[in-house]
């Protein structure tokens, strides 16, 4: 998936129609609010994730209950693959615009393309899902 397939309609997505409030059930695109929560599927864990994209700080913030060895990467190599599609619909759908984001004068979008995939940082110090031994 590229530029390019986004804008000729290549192959089937509807991120561009989400990111521009046709699909969603509130009906509200996304230039208009501050934060956006996509709840991640990580099939290879079996195991759900709470990604926060946060337009201000430039970011998708992580939260996930479960650690382990081996954890972080899947997490974080389904995380790339969404903030690198998030990346090329928000530049293709022209949302810096709409939003009013100078990549100049914003403080987080200072030096990066508008292409380039948001930062991403796992939140700590969340409560933690009980390991197989613990459960009743």
């Not at 954890?71 to 615009?97: G, M, N, R």
Request: glycine share 4%; hydrophobic share 40%; aromatic share 12%.
């Amino acid at each position: 998936m590229d530029a390019q397939n986004l804008k000729d309609g290549g192959q089937e997505h509807h991120l561009m129609e989400y990111i521009n409030g046709f699909r969603m059930h509130a009906a509200v695109p996304w230039h208009t609010v501050e934060d956006i929560f996509i709840l991640v599927n990580i099939k290879k864990k079996h195991h759900w994730v709470l990604a926060v994209l946060s337009f201000s700080e430039r970011c998708i913030f992580l939260y996930d209950s479960y650690e382990s060895s081996g954890h972080y990467a899947a997490v974080l190599a389904e995380i790339e693959k969404i903030a690198k599609i998030i990346s090329l619909c928000l530049q293709a759908c022209d949302f810096y615009v709409k939003k009013g984001i100078d990549h100049q004068s914003y403080q987080r979008y200072k030096d990066k393309e508008s292409s380039d995939i948001f930062d991403v940082l796992f939140q700590d110090d969340l409560p933690q899902q009980p390991s197989e031994a613990c459960k009743f």
